[in-house]
């Protein structure tokens, strides 16, 4: 199987710079009109489908607001999931898990392997257990084809507390996560599969990026603050490799599927203007 890496960087050139998440939770299924129901999510989740997953790079499921529904909205995750990957795009799996031992290769198999009913392209973790802690999820993403998106400056504020602490050889917690994925993409081409999530609301981040070699997951962008020319500042030299993310900007278009598209195409135009001009 192809890596991760080869196939996000054929989706992109083919269908543009841009991941669209799918967080359906109560207030926007009630701007679409929908009961805040399992009912409600199948019809939110089938026309987000329908309107963008034959024309986005990769849409991000949020795993949080179909586990809410226990089981019955786990089993319209594993549609969503199927009629995804039926569209041609690709899914990135919104779980940000992170643990150790037995329990990541847990998670691991039931996302990164085949065979399970939840897999999919790639996931976002949590390193904060150390990265280390994650490497049955990097060994199974790479015996599989798979990513890994691993979070490393994140938007919220509570994040900087623990992101930039420094350690003892005067790099900030951030960094050392930086350097480590960077390191498992050695020699990747074009792009490597191990990615990091850097929020776009956080303006000059201070921190290396430049030797990543895989891709960047910008999320934030559109109703969290950020615009696409913020990406400049975020990331500068490296804009090559950053891949926007963008949920209630795009779904509060809904529900029709030509004003989610129409919404879609919008955001793809302003921020291949802002990649292209790096």
Same mark, same amino acid.
């Given at each position: 199987?192809?890596?991760?890496?080869?196939?996000?960087?054929?989706?992109?050139?083919?269908?543009?710079?841009?991941?669209?998440?799918?967080?359906?939770?109560?207030?926007?299924?009630?701007?679409?009109?929908?009961?805040?129901?399992?009912?409600?999510?199948?019809?939110?989740?089938?026309?987000?489908?329908?309107?963008?997953?034959?024309?986005?790079?990769?849409?991000?499921?949020?795993?949080?607001?179909?586990?809410?529904?226990?089981?019955?909205?786990?089993?319209?995750?594993?549609?969503?999931?199927?009629?995804?990957?039926?569209?041609?795009?690709?899914?990135?799996?919104?779980?940000?898990?992170?643990?150790?031992?037995?329990?990541?290769?847990?998670?691991?198999?039931?996302?990164?392997?085949?065979?399970?009913?939840?897999?999919?392209?790639?996931?976002?973790?949590?390193?904060?257990?150390?990265?280390?802690?994650?490497?049955?999820?990097?060994?199974?993403?790479?015996?599989?084809?798979?990513?890994?998106?691993?979070?490393?400056?994140?938007?919220?504020?509570?994040?900087?507390?623990?992101?930039?602490?420094?350690?003892?050889?005067?790099?900030?917690?951030?960094?050392?996560?930086?350097?480590?994925?960077?390191?498992?993409?050695?020699?990747?081409?074009?792009?490597?599969?191990?990615?990091?999530?850097?929020?776009?609301?956080? &303006?000059?981040?201070?921190? *290396? =990026?430049? !030797? @990543?070699? +895989?891709?960047? /997951? #910008?999320?934030? $962008?559109?109703?969290? &603050?950020?615009?696409?020319? *913020? =990406?400049? !500042? @975020?990331? +500068?030299?490296? /804009? #090559?490799?950053? $891949?926007?993310?963008?949920?209630?900007?795009?779904?509060?278009?809904?529900?029709?599927?030509?004003?989610?598209? #129409?919404?879609?195409?919008?955001?793809?135009?302003?921020?291949?203007?802002?990649?292209?001009?790096?």
């Amino acid at each position: 199987m192809e890596s991760f890496g080869t196939r996000l960087h054929r989706a992109v050139t083919e269908r543009g710079p841009l991941c669209v998440g799918i967080d359906p939770h109560p207030g926007l299924l009630a701007r679409w009109g929908l009961a805040d129901d399992v009912d409600g999510l199948d019809r939110f989740t089938r026309t987000v489908v329908d309107a963008l997953g034959d024309r986005v790079a990769v849409v991000k499921p949020q795993s949080a607001f179909f586990e809410r529904f226990g089981s019955r909205g786990v089993a319209i995750l594993e549609s969503t999931i199927r009629q995804l990957r039926e569209a041609g795009s690709l899914v990135l799996l919104d779980v940000k898990r992170g643990d150790i031992g037995s329990t990541v290769s847990a998670y691991a198999s039931a996302y990164l392997d085949p065979s399970s009913p939840l897999y999919v392209d790639a996931v976002t973790a949590s390193p904060y257990l150390g990265v280390g802690s994650l490497a049955p999820m990097f060994e199974l993403a790479a015996e599989h084809g798979g990513g890994v998106f691993v979070l490393a400056l994140t938007s919220n504020p509570e994040g900087a507390a623990v992101q930039r602490a420094r350690t003892s050889d005067g790099r900030t917690v951030a960094q050392t996560v930086i350097d480590e994925i960077s390191q498992l993409n050695s020699g990747a081409n074009p792009l490597g599969s191990f990615g990091l999530v850097v929020g776009a609301t956080i &303006g000059d981040t201070g921190h *290396d =990026l430049s !030797t @990543v070699g +895989g891709p960047l /997951l #910008a999320p934030g $962008l559109g109703a969290q &603050g950020a615009g696409a020319a *913020d =990406l400049r !500042t @975020v990331f +500068g030299s490296s /804009l #090559a490799a950053v $891949l926007p993310s963008y949920s209630r900007e795009v779904l509060s278009a809904g529900p029709h599927v030509d004003a989610l598209r #129409a919404a879609a195409e919008r955001v793809l135009g302003e921020c291949r203007a802002v990649l292209a001009a790096r």
